[in-house]
């Protein structure tokens, strides 16, 4: 059975930070891109960044790039989101998804084949 686990969210003030991270098992984690994504109360569900299988292409939200960055660490099996410079828009419950290629994750209507049960994420003013 195929899980993908978030940690790492919490309450934090504006300026600051906090680093997501998403343990996945019940699948060979190096053959899935690995994504996030984030839902505010009342929002869609949107995409926040990517990475492919080997970490060699990354893809951004032009809403978080330049403070947050994905990365991923295969001999773990988890992918990691740190963000910086968190402002009070960015509070959401975050969510890691796996699909075959990281574009995939980027378009207008994503299907990622897994999907994480989210993380919570509130930044205070």
């Known amino acids: 059975q195929v899980q993908l686990v978030e940690s790492g969210g919490g309450l934090v003030q504006a300026g600051g930070s906090l680093r997501l991270s998403c343990a996945a098992s019940?699948?060979?984690?190096?053959?899935?891109?690995m994504g996030w994504f984030r839902q505010a109360p009342g929002k869609e569900r949107e995409f926040v960044a990517a990475i492919n299988w080997s970490s060699s292409n990354t893809y951004y939200a032009d809403s978080v790039k330049g403070r947050f960055t994905i990365s991923r660490d295969n001999t773990k099996d988890t992918v990691y989101l740190q963000m910086n410079a968190l402002k009070p828009d960015d509070t959401a419950a975050y969510y890691c998804a796996a699909d075959l290629t990281a574009p995939a994750l980027t378009i207008a209507t994503p299907n990622p084949v897994h999907w994480g049960q989210g993380t919570q994420v509130t930044v205070s003013s």
């Open positions: 019940g699948l060979t984690f190096s053959n899935y891109a």
